[in-house]
């Protein structure tokens, strides 16, 4: 622990500490007032899907991603989440979003529309990207949404992690430092889905024709009684095709080695597919990953693009920006689905990872890894699980406790500095979900269904419906509407003139986007 002590005595009172920049990507579905995923195409009030900066749509044309600026506060970002949300509802009319992250009412796949972004080439090939995800997973499993959380270090915090390293800081060591931070957190992220996972039953719908071995809770919902995030397990974003792949996170060099190994690894499976088949294109390539975004890992290393440049490339040419942290479900009781104390311990957590000892990753590793996540989705309520930590068995109580202890250094920290006691109050109610389980939104969910005796659909309706209201009654003031009139406006005009600028033909810009020659 020598090192993490040294880490904490570097950051104390570092003012970097309270301008931390985070931000948030939050998908949900538009369903109808039944509870039917919604067949309507994205609200023209919205603006393009393709240009708008806060407002588009993942993978289905049902499904938004509400995005957020960087924010240096926890609750500022709640705040501006909140006002997207205010903009949204004024736009769907009688629809809802569906507030949990397993999905709706889905009864053939084939109908679920997938998201279109217009006749430019760029927006051509994210539709037929996701035609590519359809099928090769399945629409079903595309509709499982989540939340997204940007995380970075701010300028200050850079200078004083630098010497603790006894490093020289220029962006080599960062890249270093947050692939450090990425290790770590696949080594501890089961804990963030026994605290934040709330997707521990889904519809009986989505598992018509799939095999699992999930239990009846009602005639209409599948659950396990010891789940905590369904979503994170072999029902939501898993992947048989890709558990051969071994990404390494060692060095942005060896990253970036295996991402773009699989981005040219023929995938037979896929080759049957075919790409562009009775003159309709199915996918983008034939590829284990079509692009990078196929890979579905719990945090990615990340870098804004430029426009047409791939993430890889970006990664490589200037190094890493920040890390997406991609394992949190929507908490179906929070009005945005996820509130400010959830965020002050991300970042919480997140500092804990940096500042731990970080040995190299191994496949061995990453295969506990797998399962340790997989225990805790399917039991991580059960007092008795244990996981696995270089090859031991470790209690997953008794683990948490001790890395709660290290979050409850940094907090103390954090809180100095800002002279507030958030950070430890965040940390305090995570402590209390591991000694009460029935405090996480997991047990939360199944304890209403069992209460109420109702299925997994009407609870999650009504309160998709109790939000809806919340928001109806507090719709965006002027100057909120007005901004976002223009910005879809904006958008618009952005996505009509992106159409005509094309010179290549579609043919021509896929060979190009897609080029291998990327590291």
Not at 164 to 186: E, P, T, W
Not at 336 to 365: H, K, N, Q, Y
Request: aromatic share 8%; charged share 25%.
């Amino acid at each position: 622990m020598k090192e993490f002590d040294k880490g904490i005595s570097a950051i104390k009172g570092n003012p970097g500490l309270g301008v931390l920049r985070r931000g948030i990507e939050k998908e949900s579905l538009r369903v109808s007032p039944t509870g039917a995923l919604s067949l309507l195409p994205h609200p023209q009030g919205l603006g393009s899907a393709l240009r708008h900066p806060f407002i588009t749509t993942d993978f289905s044309e049902a499904q938004l991603e509400l995005i957020t600026g960087i924010s240096q506060s926890a609750d500022s970002c709640i705040d501006e989440l909140t006002d997207i949300h205010r903009v949204v509802y004024e736009e769907i009319a009688e629809e809802l979003l569906w507030v949990a992250s397993m999905p709706c009412i889905l009864d053939d796949e084939t109908d679920i529309p997938v998201g279109r972004y217009g006749s430019s080439n760029i927006g051509r090939a994210k539709t037929v990207y996701r035609n590519g995800l359809g099928h090769r997973y399945g629409k079903l499993m595309q509709t499982v949404s989540g939340i997204h959380y940007n995380f970075s270090l701010p300028k200050p915090l850079w200078p004083a992690i630098a010497r603790a390293k006894g490093r020289q800081l220029d962006q080599s060591f960062q890249d270093q430092s947050y692939f450090h931070l990425i290790r770590n957190f696949r080594r501890y992220s089961w804990l963030l889905i026994y605290l934040f996972g709330a997707s521990p039953a889904a519809c009986a719908s989505f598992t018509r024709n799939r095999e699992h071995d999930l239990d009846a809770f009602d005639e209409h919902s599948m659950y396990l009684p010891e789940a905590t995030s369904l979503r994170m397990g072999p029902l939501g974003y898993q992947s048989g095709a890709q558990s051969s792949l071994h990404v390494s996170y060692n060095s942005l060099e060896r990253y970036a080695q295996t991402m773009v190994d699989a981005l040219i690894r023929p995938f037979p499976a896929y080759e049957n597919i075919g790409v562009k088949v009775d003159g309709h294109y199915r996918q983008l390539n034939t590829s284990l990953l079509q692009i990078e975004n196929e890979f579905y890992g719990s945090i990615r290393p990340k870098r804004r693009i430029q426009p047409g440049e791939r993430p890889i490339s970006a990664l490589c040419t200037r190094g890493v920006e920040y890390v997406e942290v991609r394992c949190l479900d929507l908490d179906p009781f929070l009005q945005v689905g996820i509130d400010a104390e959830t965020l002050r311990f991300l970042d919480v957590f997140l500092l804990v990872c940096l500042l731990l000892p970080s040995p190299d990753d191994t496949e061995a590793e990453s295969n506990e890894i797998l399962r340790n996540q997989l225990d805790t989705v399917r039991e991580g309520r059960n007092p008795a699980t244990t996981l696995v930590s270089n090859g031991h068995a470790r209690n997953l109580r008794q683990w948490a406790n001790e890395l709660l202890g290290l979050a409850e250094q940094v907090a103390s920290v954090m809180d100095q500095l800002s002279g507030t006691g958030h950070h430890q109050a965040s940390t305090t109610t995570q402590r209390k979900k591991v000694e009460d389980a029935t405090r996480t939104p997991s047990a939360k969910v199944l304890a209403a269904m069992k209460d109420q005796q109702i299925s997994f659909l009407t609870l999650t309706m009504n309160l998709s419906e109790n939000h809806r209201q919340a928001f109806v009654q507090e719709p965006p003031n002027p100057d909120l509407r007005r901004r976002f009139a223009a910005l879809a406006e904006r958008s618009i005009k952005d996505q009509s003139e992106q159409e005509a600028a094309d010179t290549q033909t579609f043919e021509q810009f896929l060979e190009s986007y897609l080029r291998v020659d990327l590291v």
